[in-house]
């Protein structure tokens, strides 16, 4: 479920990332550092994979945000270079075992791993990282951190295999979707967020803020996603428009318009989706459906609402450089829809 968050073809009249990238600079470059070298192994194929993928143009948005929490309350080590580092392997573990279970050809405007390898190191080699990322977690002397991180990982794969089982299923409920993108997304920006302020010793409350920054600011992230796959361009998305269609995936904009449509509608969805007759002049069809229930425009409007939910968690915080940057990053991630 991850996306290119491409800052460099932004529209010049919305919300950037520039000032977090900006602040982030340096410890990024330390983090770019680490990965390329727990990347490594004598085994050929490992470093291969994992570079295929790593190297694809990503921004790493949820490592920037770990390095930018720890900042905001005066971190001086390197531990937070190292968690970061494993934020980012587990969110490439996540991509690279989502493409298997997905059947998915591209990712990031290249063919996914799997396509090229197969699924089987594919899965191999996303495993490998996890792995390499819980031994930088060890590396950090955090319990704490560890114990956020592991427990995120759970969490992901419990979303994973609940996404498994509401497959094609139409008949999922809004509730039940955002628990999938609860787990699988949005776990994973809420415990990059709360390790910062873990590894810099912050109180309680400071912690909790960047957790529920996060929970919001992943599921805001992932409704946008939902709705620019029926309306976005490759750039923003990271992948090609219609691919939730064509692979059967049920989304929010989904959800909404085939439980407001008419029943010839609902036939039109169950032929889509569950029966796996999806292809352009139905990506055509589906997306007047969705307009025609307003589908997009309320996922949007959830997207905001989350996002809302975020800056108010980020509001008793002192002000700070890194305080102003993660609220840029609620409004970048919402304006990929403008």
């Known amino acids: 479920m991850g996306v290119v968050l491409n800052i ?3 529209k010049p009249d919305v919300a950037s990332i520039k000032d977090l990238i900006d602040l982030t600079a340096a410890d990024m470059g330390r983090v770019n550092e680490l990965i390329l070298s727990k990347a490594g192994s004598d085994v050929e194929m490992i470093p291969q994979i994992a570079n295929h993928l790593i190297s694809s143009g990503g921004k790493r948005l949820r490592p920037m945000l770990t390095l930018a929490a720890a900042q905001m309350f005066g971190y001086r080590g390197d531990g937070h270079v190292k968690l970061a580092t494993s934020v980012e392997f587990m969110h490439t573990a ?20 799997r396509m090229i390898w197969g699924n089987q190191a594919s899965v191999l080699v996303g495993d ?40 094609k299923n139409l008949e999922t409920t809004e509730d039940e979707h955002f628990a999938v993108i609860k787990a699988k997304t949005a776990a994973l920006f809420s415990a990059a967020a709360e390790v910062g302020p873990v590894v810099a010793g912050a109180s309680r409350t400071d912690r909790a803020a960047l957790r529920s920054y996060g929970m919001n600011l992943g599921l805001a992230f992932q409704l946008i996603d939902d709705a620019l796959d ?22 929010l904009p989904v959800i909404l318009a085939y439980r407001r449509g008419t029943a010839a509608e609902r036939a039109f969805w169950k032929r889509a989706i569950e029966e796996g007759r999806a292809d352009d002049t139905g990506l055509e069809k589906a997306t007047g459906l969705l307009a025609r229930h307003g589908a997009v425009a309320d996922t949007i409007s959830r997207a905001r609402h989350f996002g809302e939910i975020a800056r108010d968690a980020l509001a008793p915080l002192d002000a700070t450089p890194q305080k102003s940057a993660l609220i ?10 403008s």
């Open 8 to 10: 460099e073809n932004a």
């Open 94 to 113: 996540t991509l690279l075992h989502d493409d298997v279970v997905d059947e998915s050809g591209m990712r990031r405007g290249k063919k996914t791993a």
């Open 128 to 167: 490998y990282l996890l792995g390499q990322a819980f031994r930088m977690m060890v590396e950090v002397g955090s319990l704490e951190a560890l114990d956020i991180l592991s427990s995120a990982a759970s969490i992901i794969a419990e979303g994973e295999v609940m996404q498994l089982a509401a497959a």
């Open 230 to 251: 029926y309306g976005g361009s490759s750039t923003d998305l990271g992948k090609n428009v219609g691919d939730d269609f064509r692979e059967g995936k049920v989304t």
């Open 328 to 337: 840029d990053v609620i409004d970048f991630c919402i304006s990929r829809v």
